[in-house]
């Protein structure tokens, strides 16, 4: 009874010390909004402010069960979204964490063009449970890659970096198996058939690697139009994959979609 009297006594000391240090570490340096820059007072959401994190759409059902595209007008799931009807993708199932919005935009940014590592913590905050256990495990999970003069402009590769923290316990599955054999013009400065042509044949499985009868996971940013994930899936399939699954932090969509 008496250890456990200074084991609780300890505890909680330890605890009082601890939003002692939060409170003054607060004071010295104001957490801000990763978005709209406003101070914030909790970082439960993440580093972004009540008004910000309000405005955030995550996606949800129901939705479309081959891209995710949440329907916000029509109820019902399971049936395809109009995209999806016309032309199905290579890949088995796309989900997305939020709707792509100005608010989501601003990190992404900072993330990608800017070097900003601190805002792959607030990443982590909004795709935490959000990518279920259920279903096929993949065999392998795999960052969609940026050609190497990309990757030495930049000095990462933001895929990467958000598989590891979409899929924490998994890490050991992550693997370089797709090649970026053209430094193509990017994706966000074209639109239609020039998306599709611009991807065509720059991508390649590594040399060596089996993906045979494999469940595969497949990372990005943003899913735009599904033109990137989807020539990264044809290939992985042409290689032999059993099924392709994508995964992405946001999803750009029109309002006519909706």
């Not at 059902?61 to 109820?75: E, R």
Request: charged letters at 25%; one cysteine or more; glycine letters at 8%.
């Amino acid at each position: 009874m008496k250890y456990r009297q200074i084991y609780s006594t300890n505890k909680n000391g330890a605890r009082r010390s601890r939003r002692w240090l939060q409170t003054i570490s607060n004071l010295l340096f104001p957490l801000r909004c990763q978005s709209c820059g406003l101070l914030i007072e909790s970082i439960k959401n993440g580093l972004i402010c009540e008004s910000c994190f309000s405005k955030l759409v995550f996606l949800t059902k129901p939705q479309c069960p081959v891209c995710g595209l949440m329907f916000l007008k029509t109820g019902g799931d399971g049936h395809r979204c109009a995209g999806c009807r016309g032309k199905a993708p290579f890949f088995s199932k796309a989900r997305s964490v939020m709707r792509y919005s100005k608010e989501v935009g601003t990190l992404i940014h900072k993330f990608k063009f800017g070097g900003d590592l601190s805002v792959l913590a607030t990443f982590a905050k909004w795709a935490e449970k959000k990518f279920s256990q259920d279903g096929d495990r993949p065999d392998y999970i795999i960052p969609v890659p940026l050609h190497p003069d990309r990757i030495k402009e930049r000095g990462f590769n933001q895929a990467l970096l958000l598989a590891k923290i979409f899929f924490p316990t998994e890490k050991y599955k992550i693997k370089h198996i797709l090649k970026r054999t053209e430094n193509t013009t990017p994706q966000t400065k074209l639109d239609g058939e020039k998306r599709r042509k611009n991807l065509k044949n720059c991508f390649m499985v590594s040399s060596g690697i089996d993906v045979k009868g494999k469940v595969l996971y497949l990372v990005d940013d943003v899913y735009t139009t599904g033109t990137t994930v989807n020539e990264c899936a044809k290939v992985l399939l042409q290689a032999g994959a059993s099924r392709v699954e994508v995964f992405t932090l946001a999803m750009v969509v029109k309002e006519n979609e909706i």
